[in-house]
């Protein structure tokens, strides 16, 4: 039950100041973040994360709009660890369209676009946060991003008080 799953903040996410209010709402619920680095990547790297898969899932197009969007500016990347944490991150950062996303949850509270002015203005989306979608994704995701020497065991009062 106790999973880890991988948590990038985009470059808008940076940008507009939101890295501290984001790790906040992931700390209040009680998971635990075990790992945390800023990165700038580039297309190739960007490819191994965005693989053919969302090409298959979303079209070409937005694979293409996407490899710019994440690389262009610094990024923060994280891994957290908790109870069901890959659907609890997921819960907390609402679903892919701005648009759709309810208020309470991070896209919801910080974005509003939808997928119909992306595709029209020929950008990504811009919804602030990635999170892996399951367990195949956050085992890959963590494995890319991540030595095993860069993720940390420790004990948080969490799990004394809140688990
Ligand atoms: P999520 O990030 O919610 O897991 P996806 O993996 O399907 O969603 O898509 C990855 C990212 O691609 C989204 O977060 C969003 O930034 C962008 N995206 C997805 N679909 C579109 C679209 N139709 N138009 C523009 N950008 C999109």
Avoid: C
């Avoid at 490819?47 to 293409?64: F, N, P, Q």
């Avoid at 992306?118 to 890319?144: F, M, R």
């Amino acid at each position: 039950m106790i999973e880890r799953t991988f948590v990038a903040i985009k470059p808008d996410g940076v940008q507009r100041g939101l890295v501290g209010e984001i790790i906040k709402r992931l700390e209040n619920v009680g998971l635990k973040i075990i790992g945390m680095k800023m990165m700038w990547i580039d297309k190739e790297f960007a490819k191994k994360h965005y693989t053919e898969d969302i090409a298959k899932r979303r079209g070409e197009h937005v694979r293409e709009m996407l490899l710019d969007y994440i690389t262009e500016g610094p990024i923060i990347v994280m891994a957290w660890e908790g109870i069901h944490a890959i659907d609890v991150v997921r819960k907390l950062v609402g679903p892919t369209e701005p648009k759709s996303a309810l208020p309470g949850t991070i896209r919801g509270d910080f974005t509003h676009v939808s997928f119909t002015h992306a595709d029209a203005q020929k950008k990504s989306i811009k919804n602030v946060i990635h999170a892996s979608g399951d367990g195949k994704d956050a085992k890959y995701e963590l494995n890319l991003w991540f030595s095993p020497l860069e993720l940390h065991t420790y004990r948080t009062v969490h799990e004394a008080h809140v688990m």
